[in-house]
């Protein structure tokens, strides 16, 4: 295809939506060649900006910015460009006619490739386009350790190129570089399997097992299991622990409607592990509220996080409380995961200011009960209502 003129187009609410990249080259009477104009994505049933920018090694806000997005919302068949991180300068190119095709800042592809705004740049010249770092924005709940695992990072090198220490805190809406090394950010997308690596926590004073896991997000008797270690064992400074960091490929969903059906033994509970804050939406009505995982094994034991989730959430169950469950997506780092939750508040409680007097209880795929160990029959239906199966 190549010289060939190519305008990708989508019909959004009746209208024809052009990209506005191909129409620069379009208007200019430009050849837009397959090479120049990158990876034209075509968006698929379920997916989101987050997962296509996994797909590619590139960051949502690299996507939006070269398509001109003003919102993560993108339809079933909209053609998104997906600039390559490298280009190879043709005949007649000059920074700005680059940084004009590709809808990149020129500050951009100057400070990049050490050029000032008068140099000459020759064909065959090869310049970067991207910044071969990611840039994650931190949601509430994340910690270095967490968006290290993430994106399969060390967490020394993530420490390292954003100024920070063991324990700098981190704060929702701060911008983290991600240097990208090792497998390219897709290999564990291709991946059709959860897999487990492993790394090494170093004790400090005060830590504990129970401290550990949650500061890596995954179980205590995980934890001891790998390290022979029993409830019992008292952990002393400079003690080394082997860290099992679980990788969770992307599943695809039915629909943007629904969610992922992942296992909670080997997939659900590392992404939404205790202490992490997530976003409910109930299935039927779309109503949402905010809760964080406070406790739980076999299940997901959690909490509103203030009196207006508990009202929002007490609403969708009549008004109120109920052992009744309903199909719910659990929206957590990006991901939207098929789940099944009741409203009964019950045991014990973590945050004492919510108007929630206990706990409540949020299934997934494979989950138990903590009374009998059994599976819920009610509870699995809906998981796979809220999946679309």
Same mark, same amino acid.
């Given at each position: 295809m190549k010289g060939k003129k190519v305008l990708a187009t989508v019909v959004i609410g009746g209208f024809l939506a052009f990209s506005p990249w191909l129409l620069k080259a379009e208007a200019a009477g430009e050849p837009v060649t397959e090479f120049q104009k990158g990876v034209v994505h075509e968006v698929q049933p379920?997916?989101?900006? =987050?997962?296509?920018?996994?797909? &590619?090694?590139?960051?949502?806000?690299?996507?939006?910015?070269?398509?001109?997005?003003?919102?993560?919302?993108?339809?079933?068949?909209?053609?998104?460009?997906?600039?390559?991180?490298? &280009?190879?300068?043709?005949?007649?190119?000059?920074? =700005?006619?680059?940084?004009?095709?590709?809808?990149?800042?020129?500050?951009?592809?100057?400070? #990049?490739?050490?050029?000032?705004?008068?140099?000459?740049?020759?064909?065959?010249?090869?310049?970067?386009?991207?910044?071969?770092?990611?840039?994650?924005t931190v949601q509430e709940g994340d910690t270095p350790w967490l968006i290290s695992r993430q994106y399969n990072v060390s967490?020394?090198?993530?420490?390292?190129?954003?100024? #920070?220490?063991?324990?700098?805190?981190? &704060?929702?809406?701060?911008?983290?570089?991600?240097?990208?090394?090792?497998?390219?950010?897709?290999?564990?997308?291709?991946?059709?399997?959860?897999?487990?690596? &492993?790394?090494?926590?170093?004790?400090?004073?005060?830590?504990?097992?129970?401290?550990?896991?949650i500061q890596y997000g995954i179980p205590m008797q995980e934890l001891m299991e790998v390290n022979n270690l029993d409830e019992s064992t008292v952990l002393y400074p400079?003690?080394?622990?082997?860290?099992?960091?679980?990788?969770?490929?992307?599943?695809?969903?039915?629909?943007?409607?629904?969610?992922?059906?992942?296992? =909670? =033994?080997t997939e659900a509970q590392y992404l939404w592990p205790i202490g992490r804050e997530a976003t409910i939406i109930d299935f039927y009505t779309g109503k949402s509220w905010r809760m964080r995982r406070t406790f739980g094994a076999a299940h997901a034991d959690v909490e509103p996080l203030t009196a207006e989730d508990t009202a929002i959430m007490k609403s969708v169950w009549g008004g109120e409380w109920s052992w009744t469950p309903r199909p719910v997506l659990v929206v957590v780092n990006g991901?939207?995961?098929?789940?099944?939750?009741?409203?009964?508040?019950?045991?014990?409680?973590?945050?004492?200011?919510?108007?929630?007097?206990g706990h409540s209880d949020i299934h997934f795929l494979n989950s138990r009960r903590h009374k009998d160990n059994t599976i819920s029959e009610s509870h699995q239906k809906n998981v796979h209502i809220a999946a679309g199966q």
């Open positions: 379920g997916e989101s900006l =987050w997962k296509i920018s996994q797909k &590619y090694g590139v960051s949502v806000d690299q996507i939006r910015r070269q398509n001109s997005l003003s919102s993560d919302v993108i339809l079933f068949g909209q053609k998104l460009l997906i600039v390559p991180a490298n &280009y190879t300068v043709q005949d007649g190119d000059t920074p =700005w006619l680059i940084s004009q095709r590709f809808n990149i800042p020129l500050e951009q592809i100057l400070n #990049l490739n050490g050029l000032n705004s008068g140099d000459v740049i020759y064909p065959g010249q090869k310049l970067l386009l991207l910044n071969p770092n990611l840039v994650h967490l020394e090198e993530l420490l390292a190129v954003n100024g #920070l220490q063991e324990t700098s805190v981190i &704060y929702p809406g701060q911008e983290l570089i991600v240097p990208v090394s090792g497998p390219e950010p897709d290999a564990a997308l291709e991946a059709q399997e959860p897999y487990v690596t &492993y790394t090494t926590h170093t004790v400090q004073p005060g830590d504990t097992l129970w401290n550990v896991s400079g003690q080394e622990l082997t860290i099992p960091v679980h990788h969770i490929p992307v599943k695809p969903t039915v629909s943007p409607r629904h969610g992922e059906l992942l296992d =909670w =033994w991901r939207r995961i098929a789940a099944s939750a009741s409203a009964m508040p019950h045991s014990v409680e973590k945050i004492l200011d919510n108007d929630f007097p």
